[in-house]
C-alpha cells in the first residue's frame, strides 16, 4: 500500500461516518502550480477507485472547476464566479465562495461576521438553485482562529448563525416543496411573464416553477404568461421562512404578500 492510499484509507475511516459527508478530491487542480491533465489520471487511476474501496457507504465525490469533467466524480464543482452550462449530466455544487456582489471576498470568515453582508450569501444559495445548481458548500473557508479568540465565540456570532440558517432554509424548502429539483432546468425569465424586479427562474414548463426575486424591490408584482391552467402560487420568504399560498390563473398579475 503506497502512503497516498494509505492516507485516504485513514481519511475515508475517519470521516466516512458522519451523515453529512462527501469527499472533495481538490480545488483548483488545474491551476498552476498544479497540472490538471496529471491530477485528472491520478484521480481516475488511483484516488477514486481508493476512496470507493475503503468507503462502506458510497458518499459521493466531487471536484472543483472543470476537471470535474473529466473524472469519474458524481458531482461537479464549481466556484461562484463561475456559469453553470445548460445540460450539465451531473449535479453541481458551489464548492468555494467567491466574490458575488458583496464588497469583500465571501470566503473570508470577516465577511461571514459582518450582518451587513447576510444578504450577499442567501442570494448565492439561492440564485445558484434557479440557475441549475444542486446545493452550496456555505463555509466551505469559515475559520475561528483567524477571526475569534474563542471557538465559542465563534459559534455564538449572530452573523454566521443568520446566514447559515438561511441557508438551511432553502435545504428546508427543497425537500418539504419541490419533488425533484434535478427535473427543473433553468429557463429564460420571460418564459413566466414580467416582474417589477429582477429574476432567475427554473422548472417545467406548464407544471412547476421556481421563480427566485433577488431586486431590491420590497413588493414584487409578477404578471404571468403561463400556458393555459390553473396554478397554485406559493410565496416563500428565504429569509424568514414565511409563506402563504394563491390559486391564480395563467395569465394572472399578483402581488408578494
Known sequence: M???EFYLRYI???YAGFYNIFWELGNE???SPNNGGNFTAAANNNYIPW???YDPYNLPITLSEGLWRTTNVEIGGFHQNQTINSGESRPIIHTELVAGDAPNAMWKTSTYADPSNR???RKTFWKSMAEG???SIEGSSLSSASYFATMTEFLNNTAIRNV???HGRLSSFLSTTINELYNLPPLESASIGSANTTYKVCGKMGEEYIVYFYGANSSITLSLSLPQGNYTIIWYSPSTGLNSTQNVSNNS???SP
Open 164 to 166: 447559515m440558517e438561511d
Open 12 to 14: 475515508v475511516a475517519r
Open 2 to 4: 503506497t502512503e497516498k
Open 133 to 135: 445548481g444542486s446545493g
Open 51 to 53: 476512496i470507493k474501496k
Open 253 to 255: 398579475s399578483i402581488t
Open 119 to 121: 444578504h450577499y450569501y
Open 29 to 31: 487542480m488545474g491551476r
